[in-house]
């Protein structure tokens, strides 16, 4: 595997709850971002953080929140989402942020499905 | 901002035969384009990548293509076998200042036996 995990690998949940996303990378990277997949689009970054601190932040809704503790860990809380949010959230890390030609390397997803 | 559109979506070919699938991006900065295939209920995995300053690249039984003037690059899978079958997302990208990569919308590659 590539060394990025993340759990749960599905989710379902309904338009009132709070759930939240795990990412752990096992790499000794720096940088770790959030996408999100949805059938028949591009993928579509959301977030972005180097060395614990968020660099990038697409105009993502605020029912999504991510948060760093730390450069091997990242999660992305969810809370109010609507049925539009259902699609596949990816993780991945690279070593730094520095230039846009390190490679990235993903989890396998979490499928989110909300109702 | 870059926009990046792949053809085809989806795409059949023989087992043996070469599968080609192509990619145009608009900016004209963007000097760094990756290939990521992504099978069934795994993440992307980088497959091959080219920079601006390389017309061509091959990693055995794939190759990338690159034509600057034209902005467009192109995925090349020779000798096509059962376990290529996977979705290709092709990506460009500005080496410095935003450095968030763009992806294509993706193309469904199988390989029939």
């Known amino acids: 595997e590539t060394g990025v995990t993340q759990t749960p690998r599905h989710l379902v949940m309904g338009m009132t709850n709070k759930k939240s996303l795990k990412c752990e990378q096992h790499l000794g990277h720096n940088a770790m971002y959030w996408y999100k997949q949805s059938a028949k689009k591009p993928l579509e970054l959301m977030f972005v953080?180097?060395?614990?601190?968020?660099?990038e932040n697409n105009s993502v809704p605020s029912r999504f929140s991510p948060e760093c503790p730390n450069s091997s860990h990242l999660f992305l809380h969810l809370h109010t989402l609507q049925p539009e949010d259902s699609a596949l959230y990816l993780c991945?890390?690279?070593?730094?942020?520095?230039?846009?030609?390190?490679?990235?390397?993903f989890g396998p997803g979490t499928r989110l499905l909300v109702l | 901002g870059e926009n990046v559109e792949q053809h085809p979506s989806t795409l059949s070919v023989q087992e043996g035969d070469s599968a080609v699938i192509k990619c145009t991006y608009s900016d004209s900065a963007s000097n760094y384009f990756p290939w990521y295939k992504q099978e069934l209920g795994k993440g992307p995995q980088l497959i091959i990548d080219i920079r601006s300053n390389v017309g061509e690249k091959k990693d055995q039984r794939i190759a990338v293509t690159l034509n600057k003037t034209a902005k467009h690059f192109s995925l090349h899978i020779t000798e096509t076998q059962p376990e290529d079958s996977a979705v290709y997302f092709c990506a460009a990208v500005v080496d410095t200042g935003r450095r968030a990569l763009t992806f294509g919308s993706g193309t469904r590659l199988q390989v029939q036996p």
């Open positions: 991945a890390s690279s070593q730094d942020w520095t230039s846009g030609s390190e490679t990235q390397y």
């Open positions: 953080y180097s060395l614990e601190e968020r660099v």
